[in-house]
């Protein structure tokens, strides 16, 4: 007996709901797809500007404890000049390895010279800059994204990058000055000028009014420590990568006799684990709800089946088919009416994501301080995972009502009205 043709019979007999069975595993499908896609261009679009665009890189080295003591004793920690030239030389000829950047933070007040306020400053070298952000966006993205591209003058070591807010808030424009004042790791007042080179757009509400960027030199000068550096950024070749470096690089540097720290920029990036942390809950969520309403459209639509095939059944047992032949039936009929649903559902994913992907949407995300494009990507993993949960769940909820059905007497099945 050829179980699959009586079960394409049997999704044939009631057109009406098998379609509208049909219909519901397809939208619930294609939307838990589209939402994966969308997730995995934000993951995407999140990494990228974690490692380019925030300038983390890859990998970040310091020595162990500056990230807690180094705060109160930032002179015990920091990375003196031959130190910081031992261990390029170590890294920059490791395979996998394109970049190996000194980076130095401060903080302390910027004025006018009418007015003053708090700033965060970064000090990295001109080339290091234009490296670490090489990968970070696309043509078309640097085009329209053309305020997020930081980018300090090689030639002029006294000029600097100040956010769109902070300059604002001091009214300076595009070569004006202003003068930085924060203490040296002796703890005396140093001063000294900048020129406003370019504003840029931090990408976060929170930090557009207070962040800057300047040469590591001119850093350096501020501090009274040439040469010195609180961290080295590492910019891969390979994202993949990331961690075999990461303990690569420790167990090197550990046979060197340096005890650094080494932290990934995903441990870096608080924001980048807090929306991940969020989107794999929705997505968890929504999955939740769309995998319930399938099972029970497919179960209700199965069990109707089977009671209204209860002479049927007793026919097919009369002429010699077994239990465990009826429950394959139905159960085969349920699994042909899913993977339908899970192809149409494919196929209307695929034209759903090529119209919102040609379509230029743009939003505006919380805390952010421009607008994004709306993109779905195709995230394989999770829609292959989706069909195959899917197909068991929707075969299974066709075996409860096809094993009750198995287990009727045939007279009494045959007698069914």
């Not at 075999?244 to 932290?263: N, P, S, V, W, Y």
């Not at 999955?287 to 209860?310: D, Q």
């Not at 909820?397 to 009205?417: E, F």
């Amino acid at each position: 007996m050829n179980t699959t043709r009586l079960a394409l019979r049997g999704l044939m007999r009631n057109r009406r709901r098998s379609v509208v069975t049909l219909l519901a595993i397809a939208f619930g499908f294609a939307a838990i797809s589209l939402f994966a896609g969308y997730t995995h261009n934000v993951y995407d679009g999140m990494a990228r500007q974690s490692i380019h665009g925030e300038l983390l890189g890859h990998l970040t080295l310091s020595k162990r404890g500056m990230g807690k003591e180094g705060k109160l004793d930032p002179e015990r920690y920091l990375l003196k000049a031959e130190e910081v030239k031992r261990i390029t030389e170590l890294l920059k000829n490791e395979a996998h390895v394109l970049l190996v950047a000194p980076r130095l933070s401060l903080s302390g007040l910027i004025s006018n010279g009418r007015a003053s306020t708090i700033f965060i400053g970064e000090g990295i070298s001109p080339e290091a800059m234009k490296q670490l952000q090489a990968n970070a966006m696309s043509e078309e993205e640097k085009r329209i994204y053309a305020d997020f591209i930081k980018k300090l003058d090689p030639l002029h070591p006294e000029n600097a990058l100040l956010s769109f807010g902070l300059a604002d808030m001091l009214h300076l424009k595009n070569g004006d000055q202003a003068s930085l004042l924060s203490n040296t790791l002796t703890g005396q007042a140093n001063a000294l000028d900048i020129t406003l080179d370019k504003t840029f757009n931090t990408g976060n509400a929170g930090s557009n009014d207070k962040f800057a960027i300047m040469s590591l030199s001119l850093v350096q000068t501020l501090y009274d420590t040439p040469g010195a550096a609180d961290r080295l950024t590492v910019l891969l070749d390979d994202e993949k990568q990331t961690e075999a470096m990461r303990t690569h690089l420790q167990d090197k540097l550990r046979a060197a006799g340096f005890d650094m720290e080494i932290k990934t920029w995903q441990e870096l990036s608080d924001f980048y684990n807090q929306v991940h942390n969020m989107f794999d809950m929705i997505f968890g969520f929504i999955f939740s709800i769309v995998l319930t309403v399938v099972v029970m459209s497919v179960a209700n639509s199965m069990g109707m089946a089977v009671v209204e095939r209860t002479r049927e059944i007793g026919t097919l047992r009369a002429i010699g088919l077994k239990r465990n032949g009826v429950i394959r039936l139905f159960t085969t009929e349920s699994l042909m009416l899913t993977l339908i649903g899970c192809l149409t559902g494919l196929l209307l994913t695929f034209g759903v994501r090529y119209g919102i992907n040609v379509a230029h949407i743009s939003y505006t995300p919380p805390n952010s301080a421009s607008p994004v494009p709306l993109l779905v990507d195709l995230d394989l993993h999770r829609t292959i995972f989706t069909m195959i949960l899917m197909l068991v769940v929707g075969t299974l909820a066709a075996y409860l009502p096809a094993k009750r059905a198995a287990k009727q007497a045939i007279v009494d099945a045959l007698g069914h009205v």
